[in-house]
């Protein structure tokens, strides 16, 4: 059942408008005839078969005559242009809601002229962008800038730059490669959020373990002591300082935990659908998960990534991590994988010294009664409900009378007042 509707899902996907436009132009491309080529094809076809009922000699004639003109603008459009072309302003990545200034610039190695320079770009950035030529004459350069607005996360490819000419009668085209695609990553946003990590769903407060160590960075307080070379300048506490007349550093604990684990529920079933494959819950779900996990790397926590289908990425700790973690929620689509998947693989393997977040839109009976056997395993988890529907609305109810902290995100909703308090929280 699972597979039929993943081979479902895709027969969709294919039968869009915007996919089957994409495969008309791609096909347009391949065949070197332009629409008006086409035309002239279609009607030399009907002229054909009409020769064919009335017996019609000057109707073969003109049927003939049609194909031959096309063919004929096929041998004589250009087939090579002499041309070397670069782009700036390009960067492998750039975060949700930045615009790119690109400019490029075309450079003739042998005369040409009547051409149209053309970028293809994907819908979601922007219309492609053609600028026509009438003459470049040998070692001259044109230039042409556009902008680019990165308004949804994803894997994009710009281009192939290239340069389109056709025969005088505008039946066919040939197109010369100048710059090859360029592969551009738009992280999702990364807003600042707050978290409170517990290792122990039951303790409220948090006992602190009996031993707390230092931890170099991020957590919570432990204390101060004189600075040493090579201490971060920005954990000299100045007050302190003049008051006892060294140089103090604020050093931090490592606290209750330092695992994190998140959980994004990646089901196709569960959340919105918005057309041409595009779901506004799991983008805010895919959010969620960067502006959390980028927090607790940047804090000093370990942190992994689970969805339906698997690990996302392997643990990650330090600030450094953070490229990794948002390019693998870049590259996330959703799937067909049950949430249950996924909670019962921590169900077996259930590490009790991490703080879990279960990111979702849904959680049904059967994933309330496996969140339930997690629960029992006396891990702490945090479930954020991507409220989108009517349907789904219980979800936080659900979450509650288990015994989780819940915090609801509305659509539209932001993300650091949502997540900066406790919505509802249950209690064992």
Not at 110 to 128: A, D, K, N, Q
Not at 418 to 423: E, K, V
């Amino acid at each position: 059942m699972r597979g039929l509707r993943t081979r479902l899902d895709r027969v969709v996907d294919a039968l869009s408008p915007g996919s089957l436009r994409r495969s008309f132009d791609a096909a347009q491309r391949r065949l070197g005839i332009t629409r008006s080529g086409q035309v002239a094809i279609v009607g030399a076809a009907i002229l054909w078969v009409m020769a064919r009922v009335v017996a019609g000699t000057a109707m073969y004639l003109f049927a003939y005559g049609a194909i031959l003109l096309v063919a004929v603008s096929s041998l004589i459009a250009p087939r090579r242009l002499r041309l070397t072309g670069d782009r700036d302003g390009l960067f492998p990545r750039a975060q949700e809601g930045d615009r790119l200034d690109v400019e490029v610039k075309l450079t003739a190695r042998r005369r040409v002229s009547t051409f149209v320079l053309e970028e293809r770009v994907p819908e979601r950035l922007g219309p492609p962008v053609r600028v026509p030529v009438v003459k470049l004459p040998t070692g001259q350069t044109v230039s042409h800038r556009y902008g680019l607005r990165c308004t949804r996360r994803g894997v994009y490819q710009i281009g192939p730059l290239v340069a389109v000419a056709g025969d005088p009668l505008g039946l066919a085209r040939r197109e010369t490669l100048v710059a090859k695609p360029f592969e551009l990553l738009v992280h999702p946003r990364v807003e600042l959020v707050s978290d409170r990590p517990l290792t122990r769903q039951f303790e409220d407060p948090p006992i602190r373990p009996p031993v707390s160590k230092p931890w170099p960075s991020g957590l919570e307080f432990y204390g101060m002591r004189e600075y040493v070379p090579g201490d971060d300048l920005r954990r000299i506490v100045w007050r302190a300082s003049a008051r006892t007349g060294k140089i103090m550093v604020r050093e931090a604990e490592q606290g209750i935990t330092d695992h994190i684990t998140l959980i994004l529920d990646t089901d196709r079933g569960g959340h919105s659908r918005d057309g041409e494959g595009l779901s506004e819950s799991f983008e805010a779900g895919i959010r969620v998960a960067a502006s959390l996990g980028v927090r607790h790397l940047r804090d000093g926590y370990e942190l992994r990534c689970e969805t339906n289908g698997g690990p996302l990425v392997r643990p990650l700790r330090g600030a450094g991590s953070q490229l990794m973690l948002l390019d693998a929620l870049t590259r996330l689509e959703l799937d067909r994988k049950p949430l249950s998947d996924v909670i019962m693989r921590l169900v077996a393997f259930p590490r009790r010294d991490a703080h879990n977040v279960l990111i979702t839109p849904r959680l049904g009976p059967l994933e309330a009664a496996q969140l339930r056997l997690l629960l029992n395993t006396g891990v702490s988890v945090l479930v954020v409900a991507l409220l989108w529907d009517d349907e789904n609305a219980d979800t936080m109810g659900t979450a509650a009378a288990l015994g989780c902290q819940v915090v609801g995100l509305h659509p539209g909703q932001d993300l650091s007042s949502a997540l900066s308090r406790d919505i509802g929280a249950g209690s064992r």
